[in-house]
C-alpha cells in the first residue's frame, strides 16, 4: 500500500490528486472541530453522560467526536450513507427508479439527485432529533436564570443549531463529490475512514491510560494491551483474506463463426465474492439495534424502577447475552436481503444462454438459475458467518477480558471501541483506494506506451 502511494506521488497528476484529497480531509476535520452557536456540551463531550446511549457511541465513532462535541459536522457522512442505502431499495421496489438504472450514464445521474435531495431530507430530520436532544440533556447556552430560552429567543436558537446541522450535511456531501471529481475518487467513503481514523490516538490514549489497583498501580494495562494489539493486527489480515475470497463459476461458451472469423470456445468464470454484501448487513444491523436505546434515551427519566421496559431496554445493552443473539441473526438475515438485491440468478441464467454460454453439467434456463442460487445461498451463509465473527468478537473480547480483569482488580474493565464495523471500514477503503491508485497509474502507463 505504502509503495502504492510512493509511486503515485511520483505522477505529476496523481500527486495534484492525492494533495487536494489531503485538502478536503483538511477541511473536513477543520469543520469537525468547529462548534455550532449556542451549543454548550463541554469538554467531555456527549458520550460521557451516561444517558448516551449505543446509537449516540455508534455516531461518535462514525463522525470522527464530532457527534460527540455538537460541531459543524455532527452528522457527518451517515445521512448520505442512509439515504443511498433508501434508494438501493426503493429501486427495486419502484418500477420508475429500476427503469432510470437501466438507462445509464442519464438516469444515474437522475438517481444522483433525487439522492442529494433524500440526504439533506435526511439530515435536516436527524439535525432536529439531535436538536431536541441537546436540549433536553442541558446541553444548550442558557439564560441568565439558568434555564433554557423560551419564546422568539428558543425558536431563533433551534433554526441556527438545526441549519448549521443540515448545512454541515450538505457540504460534507459535495466535499465526497469533489473528491470524485478532482482528486484520487472514492470521496465519501475517504471522509467516512478519515473520522474513524481521527478517533484511534483518542481510543489508544484511553487503552493505555493510567489505572489504579494493586497489579496495574499506576500504570496502563501492560498484559492485555499487546494482545490487543497483535489481535487487531490479526484480524485485519482475516478481513483482507475475507474481502478477497471469492467462488468461481465456471462458464463455457460456444464457438461462433461470424463471416470468416471464429468467436468463442473460450472457458471463463463467474466471480462471487464471499463477503459480497461488504459491511452492509452490520450497519443495518447496528442500526436496528440501537432504536431502543434511543428510545430509552428519552423516556428513561418517566420509567419507574420496577418498570417492565427497564428489563426490555437491558437487553439491548451491549453487554448483555441477548444482545449479542439477535445482533448475529441479524447480521444473517441482512446479508441474504442484501444478496437478494444485488444477484438475480435468473438474470444471470439468462445473460449466459443469451451470449452462447453455459455452465459446465448444468442444462440453460430453470436448472442454471437453480444453480447460481443455490451457490449464491451458500456462499451468503459462509460470507455472513465470517463476517458476523469480526462484528461479534470486539464483544466477546471485551466481555472476557472484564471478567479476568475483575479477579485481579474490582472494578477493571477493557473496552474496545473500535468495533467490527470500523475495521472493516478502514480495511475496505485502503483497499478500495489503493485499487483505483493502480488503476489509474496503470492507464497513464499504457497512455505513455501508447504515445
Given at each position: 500500500m505504502l509503495q502504492t502511494i510512493v509511486n503515485a506521488w511520483k505522477i505529476p497528476d496523481l500527486r495534484k490528486k492525492l494533495l487536494f484529497t489531503a485538502l478536503i480531509v483538511f477541511i473536513f476535520r477543520l469543520g469537525s472541530a468547529i462548534p455550532v452557536p449556542f451549543t454548550d456540551i463541554g469538554e467531555s463531550g456527549i458520550i460521557a453522560d451516561p444517558n448516551a446511549g449505543n446509537f449516540m457511541n455508534y455516531l461518535s465513532l462514525m463522525t470522527g467526536d464530532a457527534f460527540n462535541y455538537g460541531t459543524i459536522f455532527a452528522m457527518s457522512i451517515t445521512p448520505y450513507i442512509n439515504s443511498s442505502i433508501i434508494m438501493q431499495l426503493l429501486a427495486v421496489a419502484i418500477p420508475a427508479l429500476e427503469r432510470l438504472q437501466n438507462e445509464g450514464e442519464e438516469g444515474r445521474k437522475k438517481i444522483a439527485s433525487i439522492t442529494r435531495f433524500v440526504t439533506i431530507a435526511l439530515g435536516l430530520l436527524q439535525s432536529t432529533a439531535y436538536f431536541?436532544?441537546?436540549?433536553?440533556?442541558?446541553?444548550?447556552?442558557?439564560?441568565?436564570?439558568?434555564?433554557?430560552?423560551?419564546?422568539?429567543?428558543?425558536?431563533?436558537?433551534?433554526?441556527?443549531?438545526?441549519?448549521?446541522?443540515?448545512?454541515?450535511?450538505?457540504?460534507?456531501?459535495?466535499?465526497?463529490?469533489?473528491?470524485?471529481?478532482?482528486?484520487?475518487?472514492?470521496?465519501?467513503?475517504?471522509?467516512?475512514?478519515?473520522?474513524?481514523?481521527?478517533?484511534?490516538?483518542?481510543?489508544?490514549a484511553t487503552l493505555f491510560g493510567p489505572r489504579v489497583g494493586y497489579f496495574f498501580k499506576g500504570g496502563p494495562y501492560y498484559v492485555l494491551s499487546p494482545v490487543v494489539a497483535v489481535l487487531l493486527i490479526l484480524m485485519i489480515a482475516y478481513i483482507v483474506w475475507m474481502d478477497n475470497a471469492e467462488r468461481r463459476v465456471p462458464v463455457q461458451y460456444a464457438k461462433r463463426v461470424v463471416g470468416r472469423k471464429m468467436y468463442g470456445g473460450q472457458s471463463t468464470h463467474i466471480p462471487i465474492k464471499v463477503n459480497m454484501s461488504g459491511v452492509m448487513p452490520i450497519i443495518f444491523a447496528s442500526s436496528i439495534l440501537s432504536l431502543p436505546p434511543t428510545v430509552e434515551m428519552f423516556v428513561s427519566s418517566k420509567l419507574s424502577e420496577d418498570s417492565p421496559w427497564n428489563t426490555f431496554f437491558s437487553i439491548f445493552k451491549s453487554t448483555h447475552w441477548v444482545y449479542g443473539i439477535i445482533y448475529f441473526v441479524l447480521i444473517i438475515a441482512f446479508a441474504y436481503f442484501y444478496a437478494s438485491i444485488q444477484y438475480n440468478p435468473i438474470e444471470m441464467s439468462k445473460n449466459i444462454r443469451d451470449n452462447g454460454g453455459s455452465i459446465p453439467g448444468i442444462r440453460p434456463g430453470e436448472p442454471t438459475s437453480r444453480y447460481i442460487g443455490k451457490i449464491i445461498s451458500r456462499i451468503t451463509l459462509i460470507g455472513a458467518l465470517l463476517l458476523s465473527v469480526v462484528a461479534l468478537f470486539p464483544i466477546v473480547f471485551s466481555q472476557v477480558s472484564t471478567f479476568f480483569l475483575g479477579k485481579w482488580q474490582e472494578g477493571a474493565t477493557m473496552n474496545i471501541s473500535l468495533g467490527g464495523t470500523s475495521i472493516i471500514i478502514l480495511v475496505g477503503v485502503a483497499l478500495e483506494t489503493v485499487k483505483q491508485l493502480e488503476s489509474q497509474m496503470m492507464m497513464r502507463h499504457y497512455k505513455g506506451f501508447l504515445d
Open positions: 431536541f436532544y441537546l436540549r433536553s440533556q442541558g446541553y444548550l447556552v442558557k439564560s441568565a436564570a439558568g434555564a433554557n430560552y423560551t419564546g422568539f429567543f428558543a425558536v431563533f436558537q433551534a433554526i441556527v443549531i438545526i441549519a448549521c446541522f443540515t448545512a454541515g450535511t450538505a457540504l460534507i456531501m459535495w466535499l465526497g463529490e469533489q473528491i470524485n471529481d478532482k482528486g484520487i475518487g472514492n470521496g465519501i467513503s475517504i471522509i467516512l475512514f478519515a473520522g474513524i481514523v481521527s478517533r484511534i490516538p483518542t481510543l489508544v
